[in-house]
């Protein structure tokens, strides 16, 4: 298993600002995820973190808006830019086991824009 | 395309009885199989996951789930409720067909909000 540490934990944002989250894991990892989920919603993959490459975004996500960093094995960064009320979510850092494909979860930054 | 049902929004049972969480998928291959957790204010946590082998997989916190392939199903199960497994709960799945480009995403059902009254 991994341990993964996410913060901010949460985090009260303006209209027009960004916010970086970090995800530090444990362990090395080549992968790191990041995921959205939305109030009342399902996780929402954003994108994959690959260290030494551009990450790979999911469709209806860009890099501008979420532009991530992975310098080494063990951590990565989100940023939510320009933020509007409809990005407040909680943004959800994950690793996953190489073998079975079980994805370990950090406990998650609550973003809310106002 | 591959996507995953949890066909309840919400499931209430009384405490002590057992309780059943549905879940099916429609994936090609022979997909591994995931159930999460999460309680309030808190991240996804692992239950229980069925890669092969045997049907009935036992998990975290008494929970157990069924694969049944003719189905395409993974239910969550629990022969007796308690009180503090309220919470949400997700099933998820990776698919392994090489031909699926995403191989490595794992895909989310929409969630089953399970209320344990005392």
């Known amino acids: 298993s991994a341990v993964i540490s996410q913060k901010p934990s949460r985090d009260i944002c303006q209209r027009g600002t960004s916010l970086t989250i970090q995800c530090q894991v444990d362990s090395q990892v080549t992968m790191m995820f990041w995921y959205r989920q939305q109030p009342g919603q399902s996780l929402t993959l954003i994108a994959t973190?690959?260290?030494?490459?551009?990450?790979?975004?999911e469709s209806g996500f860009v890099i501008d808006k979420f532009p991530i960093s992975r310098p080494n094995l063990t951590f990565s960064t989100l940023t939510v830019s320009n933020m509007s009320p409809e990005d407040s979510s909680i943004y959800l850092c994950?690793?996953?086991?190489?073998?079975?494909?079980?994805?370990?979860f950090g406990e998650g930054s609550r973003l809310t824009v106002l | 395309a591959q996507s995953v049902a949890q066909p309840e929004d919400q499931v209430n049972v009384a405490e002590g009885n057992p309780l059943t969480v549905k879940c099916t998928y429609s994936v090609s291959g022979n997909p591994y199989l995931f159930w999460y957790v999460q309680y309030p204010n808190r991240g996804l946590q692992f239950l229980l996951k069925?890669?092969?082998?045997?049907?009935l997989v036992k998990g975290s916190y008494g929970f157990e789930a069924e694969f049944n392939k003719s189905q395409t199903s993974f239910h969550l199960k629990k022969p007796s409720a308690l009180v503090s497994d309220s919470a949400l709960y997700f099933c998820a799945v990776r698919p392994t067909d090489p031909g699926y480009s995403s191989a490595s995403k794992i895909i989310f059902g929409s969630g089953t909000r399970l209320s344990i009254r005392p």
């Open positions: 973190a690959n260290q030494g490459s551009e990450a790979t975004y």
């Open positions: 069925y890669i092969t082998g045997d049907n």
């Open positions: 994950s690793v996953r086991d190489r073998d079975t494909g079980e994805l370990f």
